[in-house]
């Protein structure tokens, strides 16, 4: 495991460097910011240290995490590169600054309290060389701790952790809005249909979301919905 700290790697931005999607390389890094107690981080973490081969690198941002959760990290495993930030970042600033420093060819984030399904990243890469398209998303399976309650859901609007997108066309757009507080990914969304990137959905659960007290209003499906009408009228409306 490799340990860095946010001044070493805030000056290695590469945003806004033109599209040059390859498809030869098939290698995902895996992007999960962590703040606060995260109690189900163990679980995150596990799902993506259970991933095919095609995950080559986890980068974990302990955000203006609780420093304990160190110990949850197995500092044997190569692939993990853990980046410490002491006062806490918003989401969007925390994922640019893990995205900025893969190098896999694919990027996806993930939430400190959701967990991947075994091989939906061999598989969504799978679908991106059939398909020859740059971005791909695939089903959730919702898990109510509150109820114990759970369902599947494919929704028109992806979600983190569902996406697998190529990471120079993450790089080309900017990466997250860092002046959202909420909704940043629904916004990522919408600048690439905007930019018409070519994206595909896969046919099967690629995520596990869990809904807890602490998330359950930015994780509710029917508030991402309403996120994406405000965020897609306020890009229609700054570009006219």
């Known amino acids: 495991m490799q340990c860095l700290y946010h001044l ?11 599209v040059n999607v390859s498809l030869n390389s ?33 980068i974990i941002i ?24 002491e006062s806490a970042l918003g989401a969007s600033q925390a994922r640019n600054i893990g995205a900025s420093i893969a190098e896999s060819q694919f990027l996806r984030f993930l939430d400190a309290d959701d967990q991947l399904i075994r091989g939906s990243s061999q598989e969504m890469i799978k679908l991106i060389k059939k398909k020859e398209s740059e971005v791909v998303f695939g089903k959730i399976r919702v ?21 697998l997108l190529h990471r120079s066309i993450f790089e080309h757009l900017g990466g997250f809005d860092t002046s959202l507080k909420m909704g940043e990914f629904i916004d990522l969304f919408v600048r690439i249909r905007k930019n018409g990137f070519t994206e595909r ?3 099967s659960v690629v995520l ?11 994780k509710n499906l029917k508030t991402e919905s309403i996120h994406y009408l405000r965020i897609l009228r306020n890009r229609l409306n700054s570009e006219k």
């Open 8 to 18: 070493e790697v805030s000056g290695k931005l590469k945003f806004g460097t033109n």
């Open 26 to 58: 098939a290698s995902v890094a895996v992007i999960i910011p962590v703040s606060g107690s995260s109690n189900l981080f163990r679980k995150s973490l596990e799902s993506v240290l259970n991933e095919t081969d095609e995950v080559e690198e986890i």
């Open 62 to 85: 302990l955000n203006g995490a609780d420093s304990s959760l160190k110990r949850l990290i197995p500092v044997t495993q190569n692939k993990i590169q853990l980046i410490e930030i």
């Open 143 to 163: 898990n109510d701790i509150r109820t114990g309650s759970s369902r599947e859901t494919a929704t028109a609007v992806p979600a983190v952790g569902s996406t």
């Open 201 to 203: 959905k896969l046919d």
């Open 208 to 218: 596990e979301r869990n809904l807890h007290d602490e998330n359950y209003s930015n």
